[in-house]
């Protein structure tokens, strides 16, 4: 009892403190101000989106180079590693080119490390293309392994630089390419990097092919780009940004030119003057490192774009596709319910799908039911043979037993 009524004196005398402090309004909203103030700094210390739910989980961003022969993609890749390092950016380096000799970085996986180039070669009599293509398709199976790889590090990275075969047409335009770009786009923000060769671009109609083979990997795989003009230390890539703002400065550079190419190249630039609008373009030089951080800021706004617009996108299709296999399989269950209720129990044949096939089908499984009953009739005749014998031959042996008796 004297417990209890110490804590009531105790309770009484904590509710008559806080009587003043109700009073005084003006300290307490001055507090509470105060309060809401470090609450939104640390808030903003800590980067977190008010759109984004309790459980996301940061994910690396999926950044695959491709490019022309030649254009510097290998380089390039090797000037992105360095630059990660230096701003302490973790990275992961990919490299799915399995006829390259030597790389001047070290990847983390490598397709070397799994499938050899020269013995694909020798086995399948490929030559090099194939031997490339080939290898990647071997790779390309097991690459949900690489997946869930990426994934168990996904906390620890912030970027996975991917390194595409030297031949674009072997990774953009083939089945094990978009298997490996899909796979990565339906996990992780994915964008794509083409490299352009500048010096080699200055040529209105090399570059005009350059951008239809972008527009083309865009179109295809229905994710994020970014055009990378290389080698900005040879010859600077404003020229090439003009071009893609103003289709009349690109007019002006085809004058010269009345051959028919340079007319296809003047109707192709207007078809592409929106494409342009919608395309981000900067200028790096993988030898010297300059537009580095230019080209890391445009990956990040392409990281949101596929955030807000592609995998809207991406999940549109995949429920598309999960609906169309749904009612496919819904539909054979139907078939098939009809098919045993006419039946009655009996033998159902299911149906192949291919028209006049479903005839030949039963007219097929009756010739097998009469061939198996003839097969029947005849084990049962060579039954009753083997009978026949075996009694005669019964009668034999005792009418010798009979002869030779003493």
Not at 131 to 160: M, P
Not at 240 to 265: I, K, R
Request: include cysteine.
């Amino acid at each position: 009892m004297e417990i209890d009524s110490e804590s009531n004196v105790k309770a009484s005398e904590e509710a008559a403190s806080s009587m003043p402090a109700k009073s005084t309004n003006s300290s307490g909203a001055e507090s509470t101000g105060e309060v809401k103030d470090d609450i939104t700094m640390s808030m903003g210390n800590l980067q977190i989106d008010k759109s984004s739910s309790a459980g996301f989980k940061k994910k690396p961003v999926i950044i695959i180079v491709v490019g022309m022969a030649g254009s510097g993609k290998t380089t390039f890749l090797h000037r992105t590693i360095c630059h990660t390092q230096a701003s302490n950016t973790r990275g992961y380096v990919l490299n799915l080119d399995p006829a390259v000799m030597t790389l001047p970085y070290g990847a983390n996986i490598d397709i070397r490390d799994t499938v050899r180039y020269k013995e694909v070669m020798k086995q399948f009599n490929l030559g090099p293309n194939g031997g490339i293509l080939t290898s990647l398709n071997l790779f390309a199976t097991k690459f949900d392994d690489v997946v869930n790889v990426i994934e168990r590090r996904a906390d620890e990275l912030d970027y996975v630089l991917v390194d595409t075969p030297g031949q674009i047409e072997i990774f953009t335009w083939s089945a094990s390419g978009a298997i490996i770009t899909e796979a990565f786009a339906s996990t992780f923000p994915t964008v794509i990097a083409y490299v352009v060769d500048t010096p080699r671009a200055e040529s209105p109609n090399t570059f005009m092919s350059n951008m239809l083979y972008a527009c083309s990997i865009l179109y295809k795989t229905r994710l994020p780009m970014v055009v990378v003009f290389n080698k900005t230390d040879v010859i600077q890539h404003q020229f090439a940004l003009e071009w893609m703002e103003d289709f009349e400065v690109f007019h002006a550079a085809l004058e010269s030119d009345n051959s028919y190419p340079s007319t296809l190249t003047r109707s192709l630039s207007l078809a592409l003057e929106e494409f342009y609008k919608n395309l981000r373009a900067v200028g790096v030089s993988a030898v010297t490192g300059s537009g580095m951080d230019a080209f890391f800021k445009a990956i990040q706004a392409s990281a949101d774009e596929y955030m807000e617009t592609y995998k809207a996108d991406l999940d549109k299709r995949r429920e598309e596709k999960e609906r169309l296999e749904e009612e496919r399989r819904k539909e054979n269950m139907e078939k098939l319910r009809k098919d045993m209720e006419k039946s009655g129990g009996g033998t159902v044949v299911l149906s192949t799908g291919l028209k006049g096939n479903d005839k030949g089908n039963t007219s097929k499984m009756e010739e097998d039911e009469e061939e198996e009953e003839e097969d029947e009739e005849i084990e049962m005749l060579s039954d009753d043979y083997d009978d026949d014998e075996e009694g005669a031959i019964d009668d034999d042996d005792d009418e010798e037993i009979a002869n030779f008796r003493f």
